[in-house]
Every structure is written in C-alpha cells, then in structure tokens.
C-alpha cells in the first residue's frame, strides 16, 4: 500500500518561509513523478512544484524562484522549500505520485499566509 504523509504546514506572515515534508512509503516503490500540489477553496488542485524521473523539475510560475522542492532518496522524502510567502500562496497542499500506472495523494496540509 503506497502512502504518503505531508507535515510543514501552518501559519506564517507574509514574507516568511516554510518547509513542507511528505514521506513516501513503502521506500521501494519507484515514482514516475512525485511533487507537490495545492488546492485554493472553490478550485481545482493544480501543480506546485515536481520531480520527474530522469527529465528534472517543473515548477508553477507562480512560485519560480520562490519555492523550491528536492528529494532526499535514502529517507524516501520530498521537500517543498517555500519562501518569500504570500498570502496568495494560502491553500492546502498536497504531496502527490505517480506510478505503476496510478496516482497517489497524500491527505494535505493547510499553509496559511497572514498579511
């Protein structure tokens, strides 16, 4: 059973940062792509930030140069490096993978940005 666990998120002004965590289980399992996405109230989720096997990263343009997501492959982790944040950039965020042919999404986690 794929599980991925997100952890990172919260309150934070304007301007600060954040660094959200997902872990991916169980560690043999070999993603496609694994990344983060988020979803503002009303809307449709959509991409953050991705890693994609042997092809490198895709970033919304929203968040270039502001977010920045890496993998730690020993602990089977995805980071999501965020700062510079907005209150714009308030949303639930989602660790997601792709895989053997299925999508898995972890259960979210709130960040919210005060101005």
């Known amino acids: 059973q794929v599980q991925l666990v997100e952890s990172g998120g919260g309150l934070v002004q304007a301007g600060g940062s954040l660094r959200l965590s997902c872990a991916a289980s169980p560690s043999t399992f070999r993603f496609d792509v694994i990344g983060w996405y988020r979803r503002f109230p009303g809307k449709q989720r959509e991409l953050v930030a991705a890693?994609?096997?042997?092809?490198?990263?895709n970033y919304a343009d929203s968040v270039k140069g502001r977010f920045t997501i890496s993998r730690d492959n020993a602990m089977n982790r995805v980071y999501l490096q965020m700062s510079s944040l907005r209150p714009e950039d308030t949303a639930v965020y989602y660790c997601g993978a792709s895989g053997a042919g299925r999508t898995y999404w972890g259960q979210g986690t709130q960040v919210t940005v005060s101005s």
């Open positions: 890693i994609i096997s042997g092809d490198g990263t």
